[in-house]
Every structure is written in C-alpha cells, then in structure tokens.
C-alpha cells in the first residue's frame, strides 16, 4: 500500500506541472479531431435506428414508465438521444485512454525518467509496434466483455460494480505495459504485473471511476443534447486529464516496484563473503 500512496503523491503534484498540462493537449486534439468526424457521421444513424427500434418494441411506454416511477418523467422527451450519447461514452473514454497511452505515455516515461530514475538500466523490454499490438489485443477483450455485461447494467448496483472494474482492467493493462516497456525486460514485466496484479487493478479502478465523472454532464437532459458539441469537447478533454494523471501514476508505481524487483535479485545473487575469523 505505501508504493501505491507515494506513486498516487508524486503523479498528483506532477499532474499540474505546466508541462503535463501543455501535454495533454496534443492528444485531446486528436481525439477531438476524430470525434467531431464521428459525430458528425454516425450520431443521427445511430439516433434514427434507435428511434426505429424504440417504435417497433414499444420502448417509448415502457421507458416513460420507468422514468415515471424514477420521477424523471421529463427525460421522456430526450431519451434517445441520451442513450445514443450513452452508447457513445465508453468509446470516447477508450478513445483518449488510447491517445494518452501511444501519444503521452513515452514523453512522460522519459520525463519521469529523467528526473527521478536517472540510474535505472532501460532493458527495452517493449516496442511501440509491441504496445500498439497489446493495446488492440485489450482493446477487443474489453469491448466483448463489456457487450456481455450491458445487459447486467441494468441492475443500477451491478452496472456500478462492472463498469469500473472493467474500466479499471483495461486502464492497468494498457498503461502498466506502457509505463514498463522502455526499462523493463520482458520477464521483469511479467512478474511485476503478476506481483503486484491487485493493487495496479485498483489504481486501474480508482482512475476508471475518476473518469466516469465527466459523463455525468450527459445527465442535463434537454440541455445535454443542445449543448452536444460543447459537452462532448469537455468530456474529452477531461478524460484526457483524468489519464494523463493516470499514466503518471502508473509511471511511478511501475518504476518504483522495478527499481525494488531489482535491487532484491542483487541482495539474492550477491556473492556470500567467507567470514576471515
């Protein structure tokens, strides 16, 4: 627990060094570059065929009696579109947890690096090519794992339990194979992520739930859906934040334990000196 609070103390005051700042820009104008190209092509069809199939199945009865018995008659209106704007949000989440990871990751390993792990040996046990095939490799195991619990979501105290730990799976994943792959070798990598499994899934979770946060601005009802392109700019931009501070904490939790790993293998394979008496 004490590797998991000094990492979480160091990633929060570099969080809002100017640098870090300047840096998360670069991938929120990806990201918002690629979903302004998505929204504008694809959120009328999928409000359109969801409206279709609201028609079809009797879906508006059954959600104004639902919204009826929550008090929330008024969403009534709006639900399609929020549930499109709902579909959409895990996937702008693993939009910028993407963008952070193959765009911020190496230029915050190597500032981290520098300034407070100058000694430590880079093994190079990951290449780019290596973590933009690990990340896809996540990418489409936690989308079919994710399509199977959307139905378990409806239960609101299950889908509070299974999107974050989701969430929280791939975030460690994806940023502690990134945070280790300049200085670790492959097995070094290995053993840390199976040592120390529990606690990067809850720095994982932590962060997933931090970026849950933003989506609660699609909860304006009428307001949300007029705002749409201001929101959306907004959210991104946070999620960005919110995993540009958790890749700094995984760059230091991950460093720290391998900095640890290898000064215990040194005190296991020094040579034993003959006591002289």
Excluded at 88 to 93: D, E, R, S
Excluded at 205 to 234: D, E, R
């Amino acid at each position: 627990m004490k590797i998991v609070l000094k990492s979480y103390g160091r990633a929060f005051l570099m969080q809002f060094n100017i640098g870090m700042l300047l840096l998360s820009l670069l991938p929120s104008l990806f990201a918002l570059g690629l979903w302004a190209v998505v929204l504008y092509y694809s959120l009328q069809p999928l409000i359109d065929f969801l409206q279709q199939l609201f028609l079809e199945n009797n879906g508006f009865q059954l959600a104004g009696d639902v919204l009826n018995f929550l008090g929330l008659i008024a969403l009534k209106a709006v639900i399609v579109p929020l549930i499109a704007m709902w579909l959409l949000l895990p996937f702008m989440l693993l939009t910028a947890l993407l963008f952070v990871a193959f765009i911020a990751m190496p230029l915050i390993n190597r500032k981290v690096s520098k300034r407070y792990y100058p000694d430590l040996e880079k093994l190079k046990g990951g290449g780019w090519l290596s973590s933009i095939w690990f990340a896809l490799l996540c990418l489409v195991i936690f989308i079919l794992l994710w399509l199977i619990s959307l139905p378990l979501t409806l239960f609101m105290h299950l889908g509070l339990v299974i999107q974050p730990l989701l969430l929280g799976w791939i975030t460690y994943r994806i940023m502690a194979y990134d945070a280790l792959a300049h200085h670790a070798s492959a097995d070094e990598r290995h053993q840390i992520l199976r040592q120390h499994r529990w606690q990067l899934w809850s720095v994982g979770v932590v962060t997933g739930l931090l970026g849950a946060l933003p989506g609660m601005m699609w909860m304006g009802g009428v307001l949300s859906i007029v705002f749409l392109p201001v929101l959306a700019a907004i959210a991104i931009w946070l999620y960005v934040l919110v995993f540009m501070f958790s890749g700094l904490w995984f760059q230091f939790f991950c460093l720290d334990a391998l900095q640890q790993l290898r000064q215990q293998s040194v005190l296991v394979n020094a040579p034993l000196v003959a006591d002289p008496i």
